[in-house]
């Protein structure tokens, strides 16, 4: 192997490392942003989740109020 060929496939070599580490960079950010997606998308549902507890809640608390209202005033004895 000649210098001429060392050099070449010395510059080759280079070349073929930087474009690997762009490569790793860019899905170091990529992986970076989808993390944040994911917990943002995770907080969201977290939330949803609360209203929609809380709504069952409140629809279920009127009921049986209602239930408790219509036994005080006499319910099925009337």
Known sequence: M?????QR???R???SHETLED???QLNTTIALL???VEAMAKREEKRQQF????ILFVVGGIISAAVAWVV?????Q
């Open 2 to 6: 000649n210098d001429e060929d060392f």
């Open 9 to 11: 496939r010395l510059n």
């Open 13 to 15: 070599l280079e070349t």
């Open 23 to 25: 490569s790793l960079n």
């Open 35 to 37: 993390n944040q997606t």
């Open 52 to 55: 929609q507890d809380r709504t």
């Open 73 to 77: 005033r006499g319910g099925l004895g």
